[in-house]
C-alpha cells in the first residue's frame, strides 16, 4: 500500500465545520477533519489547517474560530462549504444558520448540536509540511446531554474517512481500565 493512504489509516475522524471571521468581520465556514484533542488542562486542540486555506488567514487575524460538529442531518450542507466561492456566501447558500457563541465573536452553527469555541493558543507551522497546526484553547462548548451527560447518540456524529466517505459512529463498547 502506498503511504499516501496513511490518512486514512487514521479514520474515521470528526468532521467538523470550522467557523472564522477575517478582519472586515466575513464570515467564513469550511469543513475540517483533521481535529485532534491535545491537552485537557489547559483546555487545547490542534487542526491541521493547509497553509493557504482562508481558515488559517482569518483565524491568524481575528484569532478565534468556532469547531462546529457535523452530525448527519446537515452532512452535506456542511461538505457544500469546501465549495470555492466567496467563502462569506457559503453559509447561506448550503441552508446553515449562524447564532451568536457565548465566549468569542466568531459565532456558530445554530444547526450543529456539538461546538467548541476557541482562541488561538498558537500556530505550529512545520516548516516543510502543506498544513501546519492551529492549536486552539477551548473556553466554551456547547454539546447535546441526557440525564446531566454528554450524549454522543443523539449528536449522531458523521465521521470522515477520506474523500467522500464518511462513517457513522458505531455502538459503545465499555472496557476497564488499570488507572
Ligand atoms: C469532510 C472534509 C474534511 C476536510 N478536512 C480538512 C482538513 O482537516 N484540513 C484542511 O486543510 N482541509 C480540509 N478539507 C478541505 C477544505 O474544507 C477545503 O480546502 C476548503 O475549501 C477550505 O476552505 P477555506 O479556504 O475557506 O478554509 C476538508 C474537506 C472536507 C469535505
Known sequence: MEEKNFVKLLSPRVTTLIVSKNSEG???AAPYSFVYPFSFEPALIGVGVGKHKMTFKNIKETKEFTVNIVSEDF???AVNCEEKIEFYKRIEKNQLHLEDSEKV???RI???KAVLECKLNEVLELKEADHC???GRVVSVKAAEKDGVLDIDEMNYLMHETGG???RVGGKVL???KK
Do not use: D, G, M
Open 26 to 28: 466575513k464570515i467564513n
Open 75 to 77: 452532512a452535506q450542507q
Open 105 to 107: 465573536s466568531v459565532p
Open 110 to 112: 445554530k444547526e450543529s
Open 133 to 135: 497546526i492551529v492549536v
Open 165 to 167: 466517505t464518511f462513517r
Open 175 to 177: 472496557l476497564s481500565r
